[in-house]
T-cell receptor
Framework: GESVGLHLPTLSVQEGDNSIINCAYS??????FIWYKQESGKGPQFIID?????DKRQGQRVTVLLNKTVKHLSLQIAATQPGDSAVYFC??????????????FGTGTQLKVEL | DAGVIQSPRHEVTEMGQEVTLRCKPI?????LFWYRQTMMRGLELLIY????????DSGMPEDRFSAKMPNASFSTLKIQPSEPRDSAVYFC????????????FGSGTQLSVL
């Protein structure tokens, strides 16, 4: 039978435009969130994080916004470049039953930068 | 630092064979994680070690999968016997448990079971 894989949302942007990637999280008690970037053939790489006592955090060309009311997280990339083409994952922190912090990853968004 | 090092980079094997994946975490990190990534299920956590002790293995799919961490600088994930549905990219990640939850991932092992 036909297998059904994850349908990654895809965001296509023109080089130089700003990109906004969205993520909904599930646990209202989560107090820490991370965005990861995964380029083809590589492992996920940390981009930026934010704790729940903040609404916004800025890095170099990237900004993460957190809306705890609606459990929504977004990653904004300014002046998108071809090198930004990748799959972007959000992750929220939970707890292992046996102790320790557990990151649960979203399904990811494919960002394609068009020249 | 060289980062998290995984080997082999690619592994092609036949159904029924034993497969061993290896990981060297970042020196000084005390937490190690094995993840599996497929198109069907995305990024799944298999097992988590803290100070070389397995803390949570609830993500290990079945008894054919086992993981060990004999010391702070080495971990293995073994599949015996392997099956075609085990084909995936397997990632190892490490972190330093100080409240900083950032995971550092290796480049992964692309496993193909024929």
């Amino acid at each position: 039978g036909e297998s059904v894989g994850l349908h990654l949302p895809t965001l296509s942007v023109q080089e130089g435009d700003n990109s906004i990637i969205n993520c909904a999280y599930s646990n209202s008690a989560s107090d820490y969130f991370i965005w990861y970037k995964q380029e083809s053939g590589k492992g996920p790489q940390f981009i930026i994080d934010i704790r729940s006592n903040m609404d916004k955090r800025q890095g170099q060309r990237v900004t993460v916004l957190l809306n705890k009311t609606v459990k929504h997280l977004s990653l904004q990339i300014a002046a998108t470049q071809p090198g930004d083409s990748a799959v972007y994952f959000c992750a929220e922190k939970g707890r292992f039953t046996g102790g320790g912090n557990k990151l649960t990853f979203g399904t990811g968004t494919q960002l394609k930068v068009e020249l | 630092d060289a980062g998290v090092i995984q080997s082999p980079r690619h592994e092609v094997t036949e159904m029924g064979q034993e497969v061993t994946l290896r990981c060297k975490p970042i020196s000084g990190h005390n937490s190690l994680f094995w993840y599996r990534q497929t198109m069907m299920r995305g990024l799944e956590l298999l097992i988590y070690f803290n100070n070389n002790v397995p803390i949570d293995d609830s993500g290990m799919p079945e008894d054919r999968f086992s993981a060990k961490m004999p010391n702070a600088s080495f971990s293995t994930l073994k599949i015996q016997p392997s099956e075609p549905r085990d084909s995936a990219v397997y990632f190892c990640a490490s972190s330093f448990l100080t409240g900083d939850e950032k995971l550092f991932f290796g480049s992964g092992t692309q496993l193909s079971v024929l």
